[in-house]
Every structure is written in C-alpha cells, then in structure tokens.
C-alpha cells in the first residue's frame, strides 16, 4: 500500500476568502502570485531579465532598452495600465503600438487593449 502525505503542500497554498474567487482559481492565483512577486522584488530579476532578451526572429519582444531596472519595468506597467484603461478593450496594438515603445514597451504583451 502507497500511502501519500500532501499536507505539508497545503500549509502554504493560498485559499480564496472571497466568494468571487470561487470557481476562478487561475485569476485568484494570478493575483495571489503577481503581488508576491512585487512585493518581493528579488524574485523579479529572473523575469526582468527574460523579458530584457526575448526576441523573435531578431526583433525585441516585451521590452526595450528604456526598460533597465526593476523600477523602471514597475513604472512603465502602471503607466501602461492607466492608458490602456482609457482604451476600449478591442483597440488593436497597432494604434497604440507607438506610445508603447516610447516607454519601453514591445510586442508581446496581447494584439489589443
């Protein structure tokens, strides 16, 4: 007989409080998971360094060199949160494509707002 013990998994794995969590558990801990990493900025230089090299078929993806620290990537994501807001969701990258690579931004993060 197998017997397994998954008890000490569960001790950390977060649990929705709020109803509207219920049923949705990637957005739960995609929220759960994206403000441990921003509270802890340590665990960010991984990311911020694969976002810096990823590239396809030579052209930069994700960021540019105006991206250089994990402050300045936090920055550019809120500014680039609040003009997105100011969007209808359906606007096509390429009409904001511009103002996206004057903060630091590149192609990669969706085709739309």
């Given at each position: 007989v197998l017997e397994l013990d998954f008890e000490p998994f569960n001790a950390s794995f977060p649990?929705?409080?709020l109803s509207k969590y219920i049923g949705n558990g990637v957005e739960f801990l995609n929220r759960h998971l994206s403000a441990k990493l921003f509270h802890d900025k340590e665990?960010?230089?991984p990311l911020l360094a694969f976002l810096k090299v990823h590239c396809h078929?030579?052209?930069?993806?994700?960021?540019?060199?105006?991206i250089r620290n994990l402050d300045s990537l936090q920055?550019?994501?809120r500014k680039a949160e609040e003009f997105l807001s100011t969007l209808e969701p359906d606007t096509p990258y390429s009409q904001f494509e511009h103002k996206f690579q004057e903060i630091?931004?590149?192609?990669?993060?969706g085709?739309?707002?």
């Open positions: 649990r929705p409080t665990s960010l230089h078929k030579g052209k930069n993806m994700m960021l540019n060199d105006r920055y550019v994501l630091g931004l590149e192609r990669g993060w085709d739309t707002a």
